[in-house]
């Protein structure tokens, strides 16, 4: 008489740990990273960063482009599968190699099968109308052709997604990705998609560039963090590494920064820590401004908004990361 009522219990269990496992699954957040990644070295501490939270993020995988430093979009697409693999996570997540080009070089070809960045391209738009209630954010760290390419593409992924941007020194002009593409961003201003900036804001303390880290801090911390994978990997300044904290401190020790007091700014990497923790920073829409021959134009009457991150938690961003480094020794 026991044995049925031990298998009803114990189909009980597997259901209700079922449950919570999708549960568990409903509550990450689906991203798909695009990125130069290699530019400097923030954008790699993002990619770990982002493949080490296996708990907080569904990774729908690693777009590239090329900006003005770094090199080509194949070098790039070369670097960010270095920390793939340094993170353990080859090739259940894969690189796709996105635009060479600008924007405005592009768009009237995207109705064709093939154009500068169409592999990066089509995935945006693929896993955007994936079956699954939950909206995919696209996390752009680097110039937004890619983003812009696939939204010019196919606007019915408009409501199915949500564009963070690394980028911009609003409302001051100028910064990297910004000037990498300006028509980019000029048109998903003016698309009706979700977006929202991380803004940069260079020497100031109220955006991502006040989320720095020492030299000293980083080869202190740094070695041997992070997953230990079996194979070596070659390193972009020669060597080879089995993790990525590693790897990290071989990044900081060529960047050419004078001493160990001296820091670089994790820009990206910060990008990464609001969308898993939106109160690391402060949130706040505008009317979305236009951005005319670089200068920005405000339209207070706009009815299209747009969000601004600003004042990032700098001790709390860093804390976390060192703490997801060291959880994968």
Known sequence: ?????????????????????????????????DTDANNELDDQHAIAYLLLNRDVFDVEGITVNSTRYGGDVSQHAEEAERIVRLCDRFPEITVYRGADGSFEEIEDQVGGSSFDGAEAVNLIIERAHTNDERVLVLLPVGKLTNIALALKKDPSIIPKVKVVWLGSNYPEPGEYNQENDEPALSYILDTNVDFE??????????????????????????????????????????????????????????????????????????????VKNPSWASRRTIPAPALIDGEWVERPENTRAIALWEHFDRAGIMADFFDTMSGHE
């Not at 298998?7 to 990450?28: P, R, V, W, Y």
């Open 1 to 33: 008489m026991r044995t049925p009522v031990l298998c009803c219990a114990l189909l009980c269990s597997i259901l209700s740990c079922s449950g919570e496992s999708d549960q568990m699954n409903t509550a990450k957040t689906r991203v798909l990273l």
């Open 197 to 274: 900036i991380a803004l940069v804001r260079y020497g100031t303390p109220s955006g991502t560039d006040a989320v720095r880290v020492t030299l000293g801090e980083i080869r202190r911390t740094m070695p041997g963090k992070g997953r230990r994978i079996a194979e070596p990997v070659p390193g972009r300044h020669g060597g080879e590494f089995i993790t990525f904290g590693d790897y990290s401190v071989d990044l900081f020790e060529h960047i050419g920064l004078p001493d160990e007091t001296a820091s670089r700014a994790l820009f990206d990497m910060a990008a990464v820590a609001i």
